[in-house]
């Protein structure tokens, strides 16, 4: 391995020891300490390459072993640094740790769902599954230990909040101080490891939040890590003029030298290979693009184009069947096209246009102000006339945090837990989540009616799965019937969505999802905005003779059964122009889900 190559940094294991490599251009000596040597302060001294890493092979360096950097400044200051590249820490203000990646992952790996299939949740380690005798964060183990629930409920797929090494063990995690470590307080880099195996043994992918729009602010030894910097910003790995601002600090990684995009494309292969993570979900990339997140042109960090395209190119090539999702929530086309038509290369990107106008409908107290030309446009929106590049959500961990509540809190403040309203509404957003065409994605607790807000130190209240079973079931039921599970609802899996009735005076919207390939299985969705019963409705056309109730949620939740339409009536003598009409009673904020497979 060459030493001019910025890849070959960090520890490499040797037959004996390990080969030590760090970048610092502007230290005038560095030198490493730790177990090794009794933490002796002069430490090992490292030698220096022209292109400034800083390289020795150590053979007293063991696995497990504790060891910092001691990096002399120009100016003769002695600096206690850890190693960027550290897999593990005993905590984000400790010392690194010798990590081998020994792990013994099985020989199969795991392939993730077609995208068309999947059923993303998005959960917190911290919060999800909280031991509650210990006064301490949710972990990796914690976790695992629902993961049965998971797949019992139909989720294929995962999205962690992020795991990296943060200030403290009570975080959302976008605090980043040591990018390629584990937080500790989670269980480390085995711990990540022992969860992804779990979850793919069941069925699940695992997808990771990664946060490259800037590093830390605090707990920070990538901030001047050598000692040089310039307007008192970062040095080395952050822009050190006015590009550097971002709203979580002057912490703005320089996309602009090759070592740092280097050091964020390392680090995004290391997720995807050595913790066989099946994507990854981008934090707010416009404020890796420009500046300001804003389109403005003179604000933009052409830089960071090419770093995410790299990034992408190099998954798709490397990684075909995982998934690279981006924060952007500006709606631009271009970030989930292809690189070659000049776009990012994305595989999906969070929908605003999705979650804004479906939570204003659903939290509107009017029924009268439910504008249904809103639902079909969130419902029909697409990114590159593609409809499985979106992820689709009424709740994440931004949506229901930072001034804002979980959906049935916005519609019952202060009292979900008995509020018609709240229960009913929140499952018509579960309903169109997981029937309109792209990715759906929930949040933790979104299925257990979970109140308030999502916090870092409030964990998820599990006792509210035997108090809302019925609401829990209807999730599930979902769920399944997004994936086809019963054959039933192949349409769900497709691209097509057909409106067949938009009633803008009762509130009442229904929409048929067609299956691609096969002449049944097509999915007609009924749902009833309003709180009012509607006594003999008739819609015309709804496709076939005979549709069989698959779904059906009003003050609770119904097993499957051949509904009672009225026998369809034709009006008029032209049988060109005959008109197919059925009449049937809608409750109040009902939903009604049909196939016209009936075997």
Same mark, same amino acid.
């Given at each position: 391995m060459s030493l001019n190559n910025d890849a070959n940094l960090g520890l490499i294991k040797l037959d004996k020891g390990y080969s030590v490599r760090v970048w610092a251009p502007n230290a005038a000596a560095v030198a490493i300490r730790g177990q090794f040597n009794d933490w002796d302060e002069e430490g090992v001294e490292l030698n220096k390459t022209s292109n400034g890493i800083w390289y020795v092979d150590l053979e007293a360096l063991k696995n497990g072993e504790q060891y910092q950097f001691v990096i002399t400044t120009e100016g003769g200051d002695k600096l206690n640094r850890n190693d960027p590249r550290s897999r593990f820490l005993t905590n984000s203000v400790g010392a690194s740790i010798v990590y081998d990646d020994i792990y013994q992952w099985p020989e199969t790996q795991f392939k993730l769902e077609t995208w068309n299939k999947l059923v993303i949740y998005e959960l917190h380690i911290g919060t999800f599954n909280q031991p509650e005798s210990e006064n301490a964060p949710g972990t990796f183990e914690s976790a695992i230990e629902k993961l049965d629930y998971l797949a019992e409920l139909g989720v294929n797929c995962i999205e962690i909040m992020p795991v990296n090494e943060f200030a403290g063990d009570y975080s959302w995690g976008y605090n980043p101080a040591y990018p390629f470590a584990v937080e500790e307080a989670y269980g480390g880099p085995d711990g990540l490891k022992h969860f992804v195996q779990a979850a793919h043994e069941r069925n699940i992918g695992v997808i990771l939040d990664v946060v490259y729009n800037h590093f830390g602010p605090s707990d920070l030894h990538l901030w001047q890590f050598d000692g040089w910097s310039e307007n008192d910003k970062g040095g080395i790995y952050f822009y050190n003029d006015w590009r550097s601002s971002t709203?979580?600090?002057?912490? %703005?990684?320089?996309? !602009?030298?090759? +070592? =740092? %995009?280097?050091? #964020?494309?390392?680090?995004?292969?290391?997720?995807?290979?050595?913790?066989?993570?099946?994507?990854?979900?981008?934090?707010? #990339?416009?404020?890796? %693009?420009?500046?300001?997140?804003? +389109?403005?042109?003179?604000?933009? #960090?052409?830089?960071?184009?090419? /770093?995410? %395209?790299? #990034?992408?190119? +190099?998954?798709?090539?490397?990684?075909?069947?995982?998934?690279?999702?981006? +924060?952007? /929530?500006? !709606?631009?086309?271009?970030?989930?096209?292809?690189i070659d038509n000049g776009g990012l290369g994305y595989g999906a990107q969070w929908d605003a246009d999705f979650v804004h106008p479906i939570r204003d409908i659903l939290t509107q107290p009017d029924d009268e102000s439910r504008d249904l030309d809103k639902v079909a446009g969130a419902l029909t929106r697409r990114y590159n006339d593609q409809t499985f590049n979106r992820i689709i959500y009424v709740e994440s961990h931004d949506e229901i945090a930072n001034g804002q509540a979980r959906l049935a809190e916005e519609i019952a403040p202060g009292n979900v837990d008995d509020d018609f309203f709240a229960r009913q509404r929140s499952v018509i957003g579960a309903a169109l989540t997981l029937t309109a065409p792209g990715i759906p994605m929930l949040f933790q607790g979104q299925e257990l009616l979970e109140d308030l807000w999502f916090d870092d130190n409030d964990p998820i209240d599990w006792s509210r799965l035997d108090q809302f079973p019925q609401l829990n079931k209807a999730y599930q039921t979902l769920i399944n019937l997004r994936k086809n599970k019963q054959g039933l609802s192949a349409g769900l899996?497709?691209?097509?969505?057909?409106?067949?009735?938009?009633?803008?005076?009762?509130? =009442?919207?229904?929409?048929?999802?067609?299956?691609?390939?096969?002449?049944?299985?097509?999915?007609? =969705?009924?749902?009833?905005?309003?709180?009012?019963?509607?006594?003999?409705?008739?819609?015309?056309?709804?496709?076939?003779?005979?549709w069989k109730c698959i779904f059906d949620w009003h003050a609770g939740f119904h097993k499957p059964e051949k509904f009672k339409f009225d026998q369809p009536r034709r009006k008029g003598n032209d049988e060109k122009n005959t008109v197919q009409t059925f009449k049937f009673t809608l409750e109040a904020y009902q939903v009604l889900l049909f196939s016209d497979k009936l075997d």
């Open positions: 709203p979580w600090g002057d912490t %703005r990684p320089d996309y !602009g030298r090759k +070592e =740092v %995009r280097q050091y #964020i494309f390392d680090n995004a292969m290391m997720w995807l290979d050595e913790f066989r993570l099946d994507g990854l979900r981008m934090d707010m #990339i416009p404020f890796m %693009r420009s500046v300001s997140g804003s +389109e403005t042109p003179d604000d933009m #960090i052409n830089e960071a184009y090419d /770093l995410l %395209r790299w #990034i992408n190119r +190099e998954t798709n090539n490397r990684f075909p069947n995982k998934l690279i999702i981006a +924060e952007d /929530l500006h !709606g631009n086309d271009f970030v989930t096209d292809s899996c497709s691209e097509q969505l057909e409106f067949v009735h938009i009633d803008q005076v009762n509130k =009442v919207i229904a929409y048929r999802r067609n299956a691609d390939t096969q002449e049944t299985g097509n999915v007609l =969705v009924f749902i009833n905005l309003k709180n009012e019963q509607h006594k003999e409705y008739t819609v015309d056309n709804l496709g076939a003779d005979d």
